[in-house]
């Protein structure tokens, strides 16, 4: 878990040092033009894709493109040109078939394997209630 705070920590200051960079590159107008465009194109990914993606999670349906889409909308949305560069990695052909396949065969794993399949400790039991067994007064 402190991986994962870590990685995001990271890839925070080197989002904003990257927007500083570019900042200073173009001047703030550009870079508010740069991060609204981004959240333009994530929004008109997201408005076609976004209600076909969840209702074929729903249905439980292997991810395809179109869980790809959604998830290159929302980097897209998110301000930084890291997450910018992720999602065109998501919609780009090649890495998009790579992100798929991974994608399918976590859902096929979890699918399988259902809640115990994290790999943790599974203890069945049963529960009772001492408090239950008192009946409650009545006002």
């Not at 107008?29 to 991060?35: D, F, K, S, Y």
């Not at 991974?102 to 394997?113: E, I, P």
């Not at 994290?118 to 069945?124: A, F, I, M």
Request: some cysteine; glycine content about 16%.
């Amino acid at each position: 878990m402190r991986k994962i705070g870590y990685g995001l920590l990271a890839w925070l200051v080197s989002e904003v040092v990257l927007m500083s960079l570019v900042g200073k590159l173009l001047g703030g107008w550009g870079l508010l033009a740069m991060l609204l465009g981004g959240v333009v194109v994530g929004r008109q990914l997201l408005r076609g894709q976004s209600l076909t993606s969840i209702r074929a999670l729903q249905q439980a349906e292997p991810p395809g493109v179109g869980v790809l889409r959604v998830l290159a909308g929302m980097l897209f949305i998110l301000p930084g040109f890291l997450s910018d560069l992720r999602a065109l990695l998501c919609l780009y052909p090649a890495t998009g078939r790579w992100l798929q396949s991974r994608l399918v065969a976590g859902f096929a794993a979890h699918q399988a394997g259902g809640f115990g399949a994290s790999g943790g400790n599974l203890y069945e039991g049963e529960v009772e209630r001492e408090d239950a067994k008192t009946p409650l007064p009545r006002p």
